[in-house]
């Protein structure tokens, strides 16, 4: 009888356990994630039919615009997609700097952060375009 091995039926080990609590954590992050994104599309439409939330409302498609980039940026990071993340991080801060500064130098520098975002973007499009082709 002492040789008898025991299962525990319905139990199981912390090992087991930590992936799926992982998972539950990061399903929980990436539906916050969609806070500000709806935040950004409410002030960009609130812009649109003219509802302003702040003065005549110059700014509020530029802070809309903000919430929707950094929404991606995070979405991204949280699925480990580096390249996207940095693209849409880099849009953001060009965002933010068009959004602070207003003077031509300042400009330039956004734009040109701005299409180092783009070109990024371009890299992870264009990767997983061709993941999926040779996956074919």
């Known amino acids: 009888m002492a040789n008898k091995k025991r299962y525990a039926t319905g139990s199981r080990s912390p090992a087991v356990q930590k992936p799926d609590q992982e998972a ?7 539906a916050l994630t ?10 960009i439409l609130g812009w649109a039919l003219d509802i302003y939330l702040w003065g005549d409302g110059s700014t509020q498609i530029y802070i809309g615009l903000l919430f929707i980039l950094v929404s991606f940026a995070v979405s991204n990071g949280l699925q480990k997609k580096w390249y996207a993340a940095a693209g849409w991080t880099l849009l953001a ?24 975002g783009l070109l990024l973007l371009g890299i992870e ?4 375009w061709r993941a999926q082709a040779n996956a074919v």
């Open 125 to 128: 499009f264009y990767r997983r």
């Open 24 to 30: 539950r954590w990061l399903g929980l992050l990436m």
């Open 34 to 43: 969609l806070v500000p994104m709806v935040i950004g599309g409410l002030l």
């Open 93 to 116: 801060i060009s965002d933010l700097l068009l959004l602070i500064f207003i003077n031509l130098p300042t400009q330039v520098i956004a734009l040109s952060i701005g299409a180092a």
